[in-house]
């Protein structure tokens, strides 16, 4: 019913010789069957848009313009050929000071542009280890997600900020606890329509040779992929473990 998303988070990596990887993975996976979403910097954004994937942004700020020197509207973001953007990585609400208020704005400004908004939540090492993770996700799930969410404006992210570049992965039981978790609370909150239609992503070191296994976890629709989303030899297994799970 939902289907699978493998989406590359490039942050800020790239330069123009990066987008060479796209044709690579285009031409390893000229008719995927699931979506497949990249995510560069924004410098490269009109200019990867021009290819075969779509294509999405890393971050915008909540007003459609005005003086704010250095950010980026969602309109502009679709006007360079975006069709989605990552609000609430935990890399910005850790190095920009970003709470969830502000992730929610952020989410509907890009909603409102006909953006898809895929919003980032996860809980850090000492919040795990206090067996806070639920208590923490409950309340960036509430507090992020505007009140509009639909099937096809809303992508939910589980990245725990351990995992993220380290390596380290949660137990499948982890992540299907949480993923369950996240489900119940957008059916709860959405009714049973929207609350099963959202797609809900599992990031944080997904690699080749972890992805089919975190991919069979019930509720997991996809990935949102750092470091192996950079070169398509690494992203490319990816793409095809979800299409066989
Ligand atoms: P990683 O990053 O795959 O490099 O761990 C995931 C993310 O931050 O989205």
Redesign the pocket.
Known sequence: MRRKLAAG?WKMNGLKSQLAELEALAKAHPAPSVDVLLCPPVTLLAAAAQGPFCIGAQDCHPNDAGAHTGDISAQMLRDSGAEAVIVG?SERREDHGEHSDIVRAKARAAQAVGLTAIVCMGESLVQREAQNTLDIIGGQLAGSIPDNATAENLVVAY?PIW???TGLVPSLAQIGEVHDFIRARLERRFGAGVGRGVRVLY????KPDNASEIFSVPNVDGA?????SLKAADFSPIISALETS
């Open positions: 988070n990585h990245e995992a993220i570049g990031g944080g070191s997904v949102l992929v750092g470091g192996a």
